[in-house]
């Protein structure tokens, strides 16, 4: 019987380990990167308009509180982070977090990305464009006829399987998150803490709202 509890404990651990893990690896790797436009939600969280009877004074109260639990989701994701990054095996699963600029707007997105990400989507434009100066009549500039011909079809194709690593790397982080969750409980606590300050932004959120 007491095989039998000790079992049963070791598959509920197991089974919340992959949780914590799932839920990182969640924000970590959605897509190719994690991009968090922060500044603009926060902004966005503290200048929608609140319900009309509403005094002045609730409103700044509800909208400056919605920005700080944005920017506590951000803490803990990146506590997360930085304890993974010294925990992990290689530094190509390291993540690291920066400002980026969004595309066609002046907006801020908070970008966290895996170093092998980075890696090999550097990888990929360098096959891509090597493989078209390469082949491409007249290389020394490029031409919309050579990037839209077969040259450029092939191009694509090569840049296309150096990007097809990615799927097997994110699975191998997955396994990396899983194996330190399990082993660490200051980085599984990390997680948690993580997904606390997500589940506290969103119920402020929707409580505003009216969600």
């Not at 902004?43 to 639990?69: H, M, N, W």
Request: proline share 2%.
């Amino acid at each position: 019987m007491s095989d039998m509890v000790r079992n049963d404990d070791s598959w509920a651990r197991g089974c919340s380990m992959r949780v914590l893990a799932l839920i990182l690896l969640s924000i970590a790797l959605s897509g190719a990167s994690l991009a968090v436009a922060q500044n603009e939600r926060a902004s966005r969280d503290g200048a929608e308009a609140s319900p009309a009877q509403e005094k002045p004074d609730e409103v700044i109260v509800r909208g400056k509180r919605l920005v700080e639990l944005k920017f506590a989701v951000q803490k803990a994701q990146e506590h997360a982070y930085d304890l993974f990054n010294e925990l992990n095996s290689t530094k190509d699963f390291d993540v690291h977090c920066h400002d980026e600029i969004r595309l066609f707007s002046h907006a801020k997105q908070r970008v966290c990305r895996a170093q092998f990400e980075n890696r090999i989507q550097t990888e990929a434009g360098r096959e891509y464009l090597g493989s078209l100066f390469l082949r491409c009549p007249g290389n020394a500039e490029l031409t919309q006829a050579c990037l839209f011909s077969a040259i450029g079809q092939s191009a694509a194709l090569q840049s296309n399987a150096v990007e097809g690593q990615l799927p097997g790397k994110r699975a191998q982080m997955n396994e990396e998150i899983l194996r330190i969750a399990n082993e660490n409980p200051q980085f599984a606590q990390a997680i948690l803490d993580y997904y606390k300050a997500s589940q506290d932004y969103e119920a402020a959120r929707k409580a505003r709202n009216g969600d």
